[in-house]
Nanobody, 124 residues
Framework: QLQLEQSGGGLVLPGGRMKLSCASSRFTLDQSAVAWFRQVPGKERRGIQCIEWRHNARYYVDHTRERFTVSRDNAKNTVYLLMLNLRPEDTGVYYC?????????????????WGQGIQVTVSS
């Protein structure tokens, strides 16, 4: 069920940075856990990081820990994914998802809401 609005994305050079946003105009996110996923053609959608309502982060993919940071601004009802030092292998469609309860589940859990997905392409 699409209830989240995503923004950001596009084309970036290797080594560059990008910030994705995930917001909702329909409900508040402050009691939800929100996660970011990436999907590349021919592969399953994989979780990257999740942020809990208390701002604790959970990492689904360890190798993003040093370059990607998930954060939230509850006043703006928005969750962000800041990506630094981007690599061509980071290319894909990025999705955000939210689930009630405020605690990050396993990445294969049932998520209540999804964003529409946004393309990120890292290429020279």
């Amino acid at each position: 069920q699409l209830q989240l609005e995503q923004s950001g994305g596009g084309l970036v050079l290797p080594g560059g940075r990008m910030k994705l946003s995930c917001a909702s105009s329909r409900f508040t996110l402050d009691q939800s856990a929100v996660a970011w996923f990436r999907q590349v053609p021919g592969k399953e959608r994989r979780g990257i990081q999740c942020i809990e309502w208390r701002h604790n982060a959970r990492y689904y993919v360890d190798h993003t820990r040093e370059r990607f940071t998930v954060s939230r601004d509850n006043a703006k009802n928005t969750v962000y994914l800041l990506m630094l030092n981007l690599r061509p292998e980071d290319t894909g469609v990025y999705y955000c998802a939210a689930v009630g309860g405020g605690v990050c589940p396993t990445e294969d859990a049932e998520w209540d809401y999804w964003g529409q997905g946004i393309q990120v392409t890292v290429s020279s």
